[in-house]
């Protein structure tokens, strides 16, 4: 069976990577990539082999495929599946800048080098990376698609994004040539907030203190929290409330809270120079004892 179907999920031949149908609202990355996209399946696959011994038997595959109503030097997109093990992870990427909406949210409030973040601003392409495997547990499906983006960071990509998580990281970071233990194991004890969910200070005008946000979390069966704090000093223990959770949590945790509210024009911390804009948080979510 030919890869489009495969990567549809419908079912292929033994040893063939085939997606997981049943899977609904899996994790994703997107990676943004300097110059425009230049992947190579033998290479990618050697790339992830390369990366931890349980992946010795890994491998990808990509297919070109046309863009319809898009400008010519923008139509050219590749789409693949990469896998080993339990693990399957879809590429589909775009010879286009992420959109500048994704780029802001994630980039913006990120706490790295304004240079890098310019650096960024010029990518000329991008690929989403979304889980596609048959692995249930959540903190490993994660690993799955670090393990991935780390792959494709030789690529020439420069920062590796969450959106749902509205964060970023440097995908220099995931090239670690001899990292200082198993890397899968060093993956595993990630603070959360880095990558895996995300971490927000806004500040309201005209209002005293500074909210408390963190995203993504639900991914994790995490709650997501907004509380407001007296000041900045209070966002190492927000960072920490999660970086030292467990990572598999038990059934009984809760259930992340779901009520939206919306207040104010509000803007971050580290994107004061822009104008205001509107900011959607969970404001009847507090921060639960237990954690």
């Avoid at 319809?68 to 286009?96: I, R, T």
């Avoid at 590796?160 to 595993?188: M, W």
């Avoid at 200070?201 to 995203?215: A, H, L, N, Q, S």
Wanted: aromatic share 8%.
């Amino acid at each position: 069976m030919d890869l489009a179907e495969r990567f549809m999920g419908q079912q292929g031949l033994p040893g063939e990577l085939t997606a997981n149908a049943a899977l609904q609202n899996p994790p994703s990355y997107q990676m943004l990539i300097l110059g425009p996209l230049d992947l190579n399946a033998d290479a990618l696959t050697l790339a992830l082999r390369a990366y931890h011994p349980s992946l010795a038997k890994a491998q990808a595959e990509l297919m070109d495929v046309k863009l319809e109503d898009a400008p010519e030097n923008e139509s050219s997109s590749v789409l693949g599946l990469a896998g080993w093990g339990k693990h399957v992870v879809k590429l589909v990427g775009f010879n286009m800048p992420i959109p500048q909406p994704v780029f802001d949210t994630c980039v913006r409030p990120a706490h790295f080098s304004e240079q890098l973040k310019e650096d960024a601003r010029a990518h000329k392409s991008h690929v989403i990376l979304y889980y596609a495997g048959f692995e249930t547990d959540p903190l490993e499906q994660f690993v799955a698609l670090t393990v991935m983006a780390s792959a494709l960071a030789r690529f020439d990509g420069i920062l590796l994004l969450n959106e749902s998580a509205r964060s970023a990281f440097p995908a220099e970071a995931l090239l670690t040539e001899e990292p200082d233990g198993d890397p899968l194991d060093i993956l595993r004890a990630m603070p959360i907030p880095l990558l895996f969910g995300g971490f927000v200070k806004i500040e309201i005008e005209d209002e005293p203190g500074v909210w408390m946000r963190t995203f993504g979390n639900s991914y994790l069966n995490l709650p997501d929290v907004s509380f407001k704090a007296e000041g900045h000093h209070q966002g190492n223990e927000t960072f920490d409330l999660f970086a030292n959770v467990p990572r598999r949590p038990t059934p009984q945790m809760p259930k992340p809270c779901r009520s939206d509210s919306t207040f104010g024009t509000a803007r971050s911390r580290e994107g004061t120079s822009s104008s205001p804009r509107r900011t959607t948080v969970h404001a009847r979510c507090r921060l639960n004892p237990a954690y």
